[in-house]
């Protein structure tokens, strides 16, 4: 059964720092592309950031790339998502999701993945 787990999410005030992670398993953890997805109220799923092994590729929204850094511990099959310097408009569930076309990360359509985590709750407020 495949299953993405994320964690590390919560309140933290404008300019801190966050670090969330998404635990795979159930499926070959380096043939996939993994992406981090945010849904903030009202707004449409939006691509942050992904990574793929084999292609070996990252790709990152424009409006966080300064602030945001992905990385992935295969060991562990897991990747995680670095967010620095946040402000208010990050506030949004974060989901990670798996994309198994081999392409890497050549979208950030949300459709074109084929598993998804339940998501965690990032809030910046002070």
């Known amino acids: 059964e495949v299953q993405l787990v994320e964690s590390g999410g919560g309140l933290v005030q404008p300019g801190g720092s966050l670090r969330l992670s998404c635990a795979a398993s159930g499926f070959t953890f380096g043939d996939y592309a993994i992406g981090w997805f945010r849904q903030a109220p009202g707004k449409e799923r939006e691509g942050v950031a992904c990574?793929?092994?084999?292609?070996?590729?990252?790709n990152y929204l424009d409006s966080v790339k300064e602030r945001v850094t992905i990385s992935s511990d295969n060991a562990k099959n897991t990747v995680y998502l670095q967010m620095n310097s946040l402000k208010p408009e990050d506030t949004a569930v974060y989901y990670c999701a798996a994309e198994s076309s081999g392409y890497g990360c050549y979208t950030a359509e949300a459709y074109e993945y084929d598993y998804w985590g339940q998501g965690t709750q990032v809030t910046v407020s002070s």
């Open positions: 990574i793929s092994s084999n292609p070996n590729s990252t």
